[in-house]
């Protein structure tokens, strides 16, 4: 049973920058693919990022590429979300997820999913 616990959420200003761990226990990431999701109140749970943790990423939203990065610390197995340049439209609870994935290099729905963490939530003020 694989369990995943996020921090680092909280409320930054817009343009300011927050970074978003998610750790593992139970089992080691190696063979899974890790997606990032975000969930703004009312609305649908949203890829941000996912990739196989042995491969590195392979899918941004557009609405976060080119302002996070994603990496991990295999000793710590944990996972990192990093993100810059923060919007309002940001604001969300950020999830972390795990998923076999069979023989994909990401998975972009969150049906797709096997495994979530509690959720962070990210608050950017105007």
């Known amino acids: 049973q694989v369990q995943l616990v996020e921090s680092g959420g909280g409320l930054v200003q817009a343009g300011g920058s927050l970074r978003l761990s998610c750790a593992a226990s139970?089992?080691?990431?190696?063979?899974?693919?890790v997606g990032w999701f975000r969930q703004a109140p009312g609305k649908e749970r949203d890829i941000v990022a996912s990739g196989r943790w042995s491969r590195g990423v392979a899918y941004y939203a557009d609405s976060m590429r080119g302002r996070i990065t994603i990496s991990r610390d295999n000793a710590k197995n944990t996972v990192y979300l990093q993100m810059n340049r923060l919007k309002p439209e940001d604001t969300a609870v950020y999830y972390c997820?795990?998923?076999?994935?069979?023989?994909?290099?990401?998975?972009?729905?969150?049906?797709?999913?096997?495994?979530w963490g509690q959720g962070t939530q990210v608050t950017v003020s105007s």
């Open positions: 139970g089992h080691t990431f190696s063979n899974y693919i």
């Open positions: 997820a795990v998923g076999v994935g069979g023989s994909f290099n990401y998975l972009s729905a969150a049906a797709e999913y096997d495994y």
